[in-house]
């Protein structure tokens, strides 16, 4: 029985997250179907990326993971099926896969959707769960479409290093808006290198150490401390850092045609 994963952008509102799950049930009522979110903010990128690379790896090995996040940026001739540590991912040519892969996939591929057909949501997921049926009964990757060594790719948002900082951008919110960054435990032990250290985030405001858990400050402070996933943190016991700090996450200024965060700085002294 396949096990079969589901990101989205749909939000809960209104039919199509449930009619997704319906068009893979009929393909196969066996199919076991598990949500990791459908709430994932319209064209947020980052946001995606930083869901799906942090849950999708939890998951047994074969496991099929659905991203249907921004599916129809460009008009789709094929949709991409990638192979990488024993999953499967099926995405848009979107630039997405890029940002969540944490190494070069053993396979990607080029699902071929038909051109004769409106090729809607509902559309792409038959496709999907096709061809989760075809791999369920011995059919091999290279035998569903063409291998695909051009699709997009985007920038991963890597922090940027120099000698006495490291500079990140916020990726993501949570419902609690607590701020998480895109630097991760490893990449600020790698840059600390022992030394003492100031986060600096709206000009003015600095924490100076990493807690371990939310009650290591009084009610009301802010801290700063490494989430479940390993990335950095902005937090205030109790409080909506977000709100009182008034950080964002990543937005898309389409009027200036081109793309926004906020950034945390990490100054090593």
């Not at 589901?6 to 009522?29: E, M, R, W």
């Amino acid at each position: 029985m396949a096990l079969i994963t589901l990101t989205s952008d749909f939000g809960l509102q209104d039919y199509i997250a449930g009619a997704v799950k319906g068009q893979l049930l009929q393909i196969d009522p066996e199919f076991r179907i598990h949500d990791i979110s459908h709430q994932i903010a319209p064209f947020n990128y980052p946001q995606a990326a930083y869901i799906c690379r942090n849950a999708i790896w939890q998951f047994p090995e074969k496991t099929y993971h659905l991203i249907l996040v921004n599916l129809f940026e460009q008009k789709p001739e094929f949709l991409l099926l990638t192979y990488v540590n024993g999953h499967y991912i099926f995405c848009a040519d979107n630039g997405l896969m890029s940002m969540i892969l944490p190494e070069k996939p053993d396979s990607v591929i080029g699902l071929p959707l038909d051109k004769n057909e409106i090729k809607n949501t509902l559309y792409c997921t038959r496709k999907i769960g096709l061809a989760i049926q075809a791999i369920e009964m011995g059919k091999s990757l290279e035998s569903l479409g063409e291998p695909k060594e051009d699709y997009i790719q985007k920038n991963d948002l890597r922090p940027l290093l120099g000698d006495k900082y490291i500079e990140g951008q916020i990726i993501y919110i949570d419902k609690f808006e607590n701020v998480i960054v895109n630097i991760t435990r490893d990449e600020f032990e790698a840059q600390r290198k022992g030394r003492s250290f100031r986060i600096v985030f709206k000009r003015n405001e600095i924490i100076d150490k990493i807690s371990e858990s939310y009650a290591d400050v009084p009610q009301g402070e802010k801290l700063a401390l490494f989430n479940s996933a390993n990335f950095l943190e902005v937090a205030i016991n109790k409080g909506n850092a977000a709100g009182l700090f008034g950080l964002q996450d990543f937005t898309d200024q389409s009027l200036q045609h081109h793309l926004y965060y906020q950034t945390v700085r990490v100054y090593f002294e």
